[in-house]
Nanobody, 124 residues
């Protein structure tokens, strides 16, 4: 059983928008924090955004605040990452991850459930 599956990546010009989707299993969606991380070539994987299991709180990296929005669709067991005003430095593989800690965490190594990733490329 696949726990989380990402989709929605692609190629977009700077200033454009993309929406990423993370479809989760019922078990994961109902009680896990779901987060987005990204990894650019030659760089470490970094936190982008997270949303608590009940949708009560969301968190963003400083680099994406005001441009990205994370949301949950309970009818589809899916978390979205709406990315606006994209910049070339947003180019990376974006990963969906899940964590069952009570407190929302933003550290890569604390997440143990990962999707396969989806490529986002922003051209200048």
């Amino acid at each position: 059983q696949v726990d989380v599956v990402e989709s929605g990546g692609g190629l977009v010009q700077a200033g454009g928008s993309l929406r990423l989707s993370c479809a989760a299993s019922e078990r994961i969606y109902s009680s896990y924090t779901l987060a987005w991380f990204r990894q650019a070539p030659g760089k470490e994987r970094e936190f982008v955004s997270a949303i608590r299991w009940d949708g009560g709180r969301s968190y963003y990296a400083d680099a994406v605040k005001g441009r990205f929005t994370i949301s949950r669709d309970n009818a589809k067991n899916t978390v979205y990452l709406q990315m606006n005003s994209l910049k070339p430095e947003d180019t990376a593989v974006y990963y969906c991850a899940a964590d069952d800690s009570i407190k929302v965490v933003t550290t890569v190594h604390l997440y143990h459930i990962w999707g396969q990733g989806t490529q986002v490329t922003v051209s200048s």
